[in-house]
């Protein structure tokens, strides 16, 4: 018995021994001290904010999109300065969701959000975010008995007082440094997230005044009017870098909804040849712009299927970063199909920036469906039957 | 059916096409509105006043406001009877109208304003228009505001059919075969609101509520581990003379205990 110990703590400890030898053979990566997760790494040679981490690839800075599963598939996560666009679904019931998710993710990190839509105002937007789940997260809701009893943290527990003596949980919101967090969409965000959050609105109607009497120039007004908003917020709260006082450095995530359609002015979704066919291309080479010399990441929303001239719809990839698109299987073929009959939909990762790079990484895994299941977004390649006709085939072997 | 049809909110959008018109399921709609006491606005682009109330009976006559437009659309008789400034005009009245309550506005047809109004202008003002009811602040379900529009397929192309379908709530397209008129119901149905969470005790058929004799009763049964407050404090806080418990390990020969390799580092 002692002998086989032995035996087996030798082999373990040569083991141990080859394991680390190929591993620092392999990367130069030297474990410091306890594991450093998201920014809080003193090691790190970029500029520690919350939310944000460097990519392994190229040393890009890069923020959750709020989905841990897109994260992975677009490279590690959404680079800061960059536009994410998302190619909406038929009927507009995805898309919302991953919007939701990316402005969900900026409040729990505690970036300012800056939402624009010409559809819903940016307030009833917030009030449907959902809710994340946090591991310290206490719950709110208690029952009357509870209440009558507990009403400062030094009264005496009655059932449980050997729990007394111990420190009574936080109920300020959390803000929480981990990259990447879920959420659970069948609930509703706090409200004291969203308050104690920075966020402005941008709600179209309200910003233009229905009159005819606008000259019909080059730039669509809507966009125009949203590209001044945010311009003035870039610059007022420094995340150009304008503003030298600024102590502690925070991300912008900006949020445009339906960009495109023709709530906000557009004529590309009505006919193929218009006379403001180049108004939504201008608009995202000077958003593109904008982002690039501050510190923001966007995503933006677009009925592509709306959009009659092809031509206007490849420019519109071209002048994005990130194109990711939808197709949801409601209404078509594909929903018959027994291969998808699990998922809701497709999800097609058309393009992924090259930044700072000469090669950028393509996916292996070309299709990739998602699934809404009550609580959770899912994206996973779809299973085939290969399981089941696999194991007919090796039944067969045994007969024989 | 027409109930489910009028049961969300917003655009309604009628597709109709030459074999199969879809005037009649507009009226009938608007009779069940006008039935249901609310206010109905008709804009009348396509016929007559006359043609349109045919086939009404008087209590809904009486009921329905009609804005002709049909008569005299472009104000050339000047005897102030159409609004100036059109149907543009007519259909920012609309918005503005303050009555409070639930309305119907019906418009025949959208065709018709689709091809003298610029586009953008009217998905604008029919999108402010089916969502007046959130600019009065919070409103309960009944207050809603209903906009019928009736839309001619044939006469547009897939752009704007397509814009309106995603515009609308509830989309009707009517067909048929063999004589038989059928009508193919889209439904999008926004994403529900928690408007207020109902208090699930109210309305059981057993008691869940303490009277205030229950209640002293209950504060004062002890419970099984309930100890006096004397033995609370002694065990909550040990004195100087207990020891919390403490395990001495000395690891022997056989034991290889590595500090320097947790768990997962393990390439599993």
Partial sequence: ?400 | MLESLLALGGLVLLRDSVEWEGRSLLKALIKKSALCGEQVHILGCEVSEEEFREGFDSNINSRLVYHDLFRDPLNWSETGETLPGGPLEALRALCRRTDPGPVTIALDSLSWLLLHLPCTTLCQTLHTLSHQDSCHGDSSPGEQVHVLGLLHEELHGPGPLGVLSSLAQTEVTLSGAMGQASAHILYRRPQQRLTHQMDPTTHLTFNLRLSKKEREAKDSLTLPFQFSSEKQQALLCPGLGQATSHIFYEPDAYDDLDQEDPDDDLDV
Wanted: a positive charge; one cysteine or more.
């Fill in chain 1, 1 to 400: 018995m002692a002998a086989a110990a032995s035996c087996s703590t030798s082999t373990r400890s040569t083991g141990s021994v080859v394991v680390a030898a190929s591993r620092n053979s392999v990367t130069s990566f030297q474990r410091r001290g306890p594991r450093a997760s998201g920014t809080d790494s003193g090691c790190s040679r970029l500029v520690s904010i919350a939310g944000t981490r460097p990519s392994v690839r190229n040393g890009q800075l890069l923020v959750s999109t709020g989905l841990p599963a897109l994260d992975q598939l677009l490279g590690g996560g959404l680079a800061v300065g960059t536009v994410l666009l998302i190619e909406e679904d038929k009927y507009n019931i995805y898309s919302p969701l991953l919007f939701k998710y990316f402005l969900a993710e900026g409040i729990v990190t505690g970036h300012t959000l800056l939402v624009a839509s010409a559809k819903e105002d940016p307030a009833d937007i917030l009030q449907e975010l959902p809710a994340p789940l946090l591991d310290d997260n206490c719950k709110k809701e208690c029952d009357e008995d509870i209440c009558n009893h507990k009403t400062e943290s030094n009264i005496k527990m009655k059932i449980a007082w050997r729990y007394q003596l111990l420190p009574k949980m936080e109920a300020r919101p959390v803000s929480s440094s981990r990259f990447g967090h879920y959420y659970d969409v069948s609930k509703r965000i706090p409200q004291e997230l969203i308050e104690a959050s920075k966020w402005h609105g941008f709600f179209l109607p309200e910003k233009i005044s229905s009159t005819l009497n606008l000259e019909p120039c080059s730039l669509n007004h809507g966009y125009i009017k949203l590209l001044q908003f945010i311009q003035n917020i870039i610059y007022e709260e420094g995340f150009d870098g304008s503003n030298p006082q600024k102590k502690q450095k925070n991300i912008l995530r900006i949020g445009i909804q339906n960009l495109g359609s023709p709530l906000w002015g557009d004529d590309i979704c009505w006919t193929e040849n218009c006379d403001s066919n180049h108004s939504l291309t201008k608009f995202l080479y000077m958003l593109r712009g904008l982002l690039r010399s501050s510190l923001s990441a966007c995503i933006i929303t677009v009925p592509t299927h709306l959009i009659q001239n092809k031509a206007i719809i490849a420019r519109v990839t071209n002048l994005s970063d990130t194109v990711v698109g939808l197709e949801s299987f409601i209404g078509s073929e594909k929903e018959t199909n027994p291969l998808y009959k699990d998922y809701h939909g497709l999800i097609h990762i058309r393009q992924i920036p090259q930044l700072n790079n000469l090669i950028y990484d393509v996916s292996d895994v070309k299709d990739l469906a998602f699934k809404l299941k009550r609580k959770l977004f899912t994206i996973e390649k779809p299973r085939c039957c290969y399981n089941l006709q696999n194991r007919t085939r090796l039944c067969g072997l045994i007969r024989v």
